[in-house]
């Protein structure tokens, strides 16, 4: 058995020439198993795109006549980029990505905020996060699924050096974490199953021969497997159609065998008991080390395997390199299915009936007209049969009795009522009415129709909750998984953490990269757009309007503790002003607790040292309005007498101890 000590994530994967073949049949083998798997879902994910693209079934209609209308009506277009469109402004909003959720461990809490604007540097720096959002959710909408996929990439390049004319050196010129975004039909893995929790996923990647000799360089793919599969390029399986006719849509046409036909490349990402499993693969080693902890049996990583598609070749076979939970593969769906793993609807497939119905309706009313504006009659003069009739023009016939014109009848109208029915029921079924918000296309209504109000925009916001539930969990996952990579590569290359950050939070973000501890689990980060009900500019209007009532609550508090410091105020009324305390603290916890504010004490107490200034002469106004209280029953009960030491201007605590200030205003 070879030494498994010495192996670690990442590290090639020893295989005999043997071995490798063998394993590249199997992958192979696997390959087309998921793509017979998903065979029909590929094929539909081309016929939904022309569907939104509102691509005609054939370029000329023969029916009823040649040359008839063709028009597609783009409803599913209409829909889609609309509820998109917010759903990315809505992510994206602004310079930060994310906000960390309630954190438990008080290390990971003192430094949460210095690493929280490391976080969001990350996804705003040459490998931003919008290019691949952006893609992801354009296709969550409209074929329903769509997948994101999160690496460690150093940006690297062979060059000659200027001053040094010699061998070429290989040069860094970025490094960080990077989000893409994989065409759904690109990433297989068995259904049923979720993707983070797939024994087998399947990325495939089209590369150049150019960019396939690159990668092979840089990567240091097996030189041989790379000679052997440089001369067979070309696509195979069933992405292949979908591959042309998204080239064609770009008005791009590549022939198979062309000159720049890519190479298919796929990535396999092998669970260690399904590769372990694998003929021939029992005796490749298992990591039984990861740095300085002995692992055993208790944790595998998984095996990476670079495949070309055609010749079967295994260019590369490597220990993943990650120590996520969780393979670091995302899932956004639309309109989701029952069950783990079992797909979602989107809005092409919702809406393919709503646009054939207005389709149908405009061409038949296009026709109709068409027809009614037509020369129709009937002759027995050849000459006359064949020639073009062209208004203002006189035509001889040799008799009239060779000439009958035939009933135009009366025109056919476009039949608006059913096409707003047609439209107001798929707005229904996608889940927004009048997603354009007032700029809607149904004939004789107001440019701006009183359906567009307040009341509209927020049932919109929660027809909207689940595409924007799974946006939410996929990227709070995709959070914890980046603080793991970062923690995991991160190298403070020249220093830059601390030129870029102040030194004080420099040196926290630092120790949360070396921390023992994995951030996942300790450090949970969630969406800035932390409702699926409100965007950013909501949650500024409510933080500005908690900061508003918790002012006016404390403003109005110390009118009460006036109250209860004038001597001159008799206690029956000093009593009534105590309750009032109490009653107004009981509706303040409400408020912030409505307001989704978490941890509503610390908060409080936050606020009251904010509005004092000091928690001290908190504790000695809570202690005063307590005794104030106190003395308040006992002259209700006597004659009103204030008892000695129960409080005043210039009494101090009793027994030298404050009580810690209550969430309803004060101390009970």
């Excluded at 087998?200 to 990647?205: E, L, M, P, S, T």
């Excluded at 040799?398 to 135009?408: A, I």
């Excluded at 912030?592 to 200034?613: R, T």
């Amino acid at each position: 058995m070879p030494n498994t000590t010495a192996l670690a994530p990442g590290d090639k994967v020893q295989l005999s020439e043997p071995q490798r073949t063998a394993l590249g049949r199997q992958c192979r083998d696997l390959c087309q198993d998921l793509e017979q798997q998903h065979s029909v879902f590929i094929r539909n994910i081309g016929t939904w795109w022309k569907w939104y693209n509102a691509e005609p079934d054939v370029a000329r209609r023969s029916t009823p006549w040649h040359g008839s209308s063709n028009i597609v009506v783009p409803f599913i277009r209409s829909q889609a980029d609309s509820l998109a469109s917010r759903a990315i402004l809505t992510v994206f909003n602004g310079s930060k990505l994310w906000h960390n959720g309630p954190i438990e461990n008080q290390f990971f809490k003192d430094r949460a905020d210095p690493f929280l604007d490391y976080m969001n540097r990350s996804a705003n720096t040459p490998f931003n996060t919008f290019n691949a959002g952006e893609a992801a959710i354009t296709e969550q909408y409209v074929i329903g699924e769509a997948v994101l996929y999160q690496r460690h990439v150093r940006r690297e390049r062979y060059i000659v050096p200027p001053r040094n004319p010699g061998a070429p050196v290989k040069v860094s010129y970025g490094e960080s974490v990077e989000l893409l975004h994989t065409p759904r039909e690109q990433c297989l893995w068995p259904r049923g199953v979720p993707i983070r929790e797939a024994e087998v996923i399947a990325r495939q990647v089209y590369l150049s021969p150019i960019e396939l000799v690159r990668q092979a360089k840089l990567d240091n793919w097996d030189p041989g497997a790379t000679e052997r599969a440089l001369g067979q390029r070309g696509i195979e399986g069933p992405t292949e159609s979908t591959y042309r006719e998204r080239q064609a849509s770009m008005g791009a046409h590549t022939d198979a065998g062309g000159q720049f036909e890519p190479h298919d490349i796929r990535e396999l990402w092998l669970d260690w008991k399904l590769f372990r499993n694998l003929d021939g693969m029992g005796g490749v080693a298992k990591i039984n080390r990861i740095l300085d902890a002995d692992v055993g049996d208790e944790v595998t990583v998984p095996v990476i395997v670079t495949l070309h598609r055609i010749t079967g070749e295994v260019l590369n076979a490597t220990y993943s390199p990650y120590l996520t939970p969780g393979w670091p593969f995302y899932e956004l769906h639309y309109r989701k299915l029952s069950g783990p793993g079992n797909g979602s609807h989107g809005i092409a497939k919702i809406g393919e009936h709503i646009q054939r119905g207005l389709s149908t309706i405009i061409n038949q009313s296009v026709d109709a007209v068409t027809l009614n504006n037509s020369l129709k009659a009937f002759t027995t003069d050849r000459d006359l049969a064949n020639r073009t009739w062209v208004p203002n023009t006189m035509t001889l016939v040799k008799s009239f009795d060779s000439l009958q014109f035939e009933n135009t009848g009366t025109p056919v109208q476009p039949d608006i009522a059913v096409a707003n029915m047609l439209q107001a029921m798929g707005e229904r079924a996608i889940g927004q009415s009048d997603p354009n918000l007032g700029r809607e296309t149904r004939l004789g209504g107001h440019p701006q129709p009183a359906t567009n109000f307040l009341g509209l925009l927020e049932q919109a916001q929660i027809l909207n909750t689940r595409p924007m539930k799974s946006i939410r969990s996929a990227f709070s996952a995709m959070g914890e998984d980046r603080a793991m990579m970062f923690q995991q590569f991160e190298r403070n290359a020249g220093g830059w953490i601390g030129s870029t950050f102040d030194p004080d939070d420099a040196q926290k973000i630092m120790e949360v990269l070396s921390a023992p501890m994995p951030a996942p689990g300790q450090l949970p980060f969630d969406l800035r757009a932390m409702s699926e009900l409100h965007n950013p500019d909501a949650e500024r209007k409510k933080s500005l309007l908690v900061y508003q009532v918790t002012k006016d609550y404390y403003a109005t508090l110390m009118k009460f503790v006036e109250v209860a410091a004038n001597p001159q105020i008799q206690p029956p009324m000093k009593k009534v002003a105590a309750r009032a305390v109490f009653a107004m603290g009981d509706s303040m916890k409400r408020f912030l607790e409505n307001s989704d504010i978490d941890e509503v004490e610390q908060y409080v107490i936050q606020a009251q040292s904010q509005q004092q200034a000091d928690t001290a002469q908190l504790g000695r106004v809570a202690q005063f309005a307590q005794s104030q209280l106190d003395a308040a029953a006992a002259g209700a009960a006597g004659n009103g007498a204030i008892p000695a030491g129960a409080g005043g201007p210039e009494s101090g605590p009793i027994g030298g101890q404050l009580p810690e200030p209550a969430v309803g205003g004060f101390a009970g």
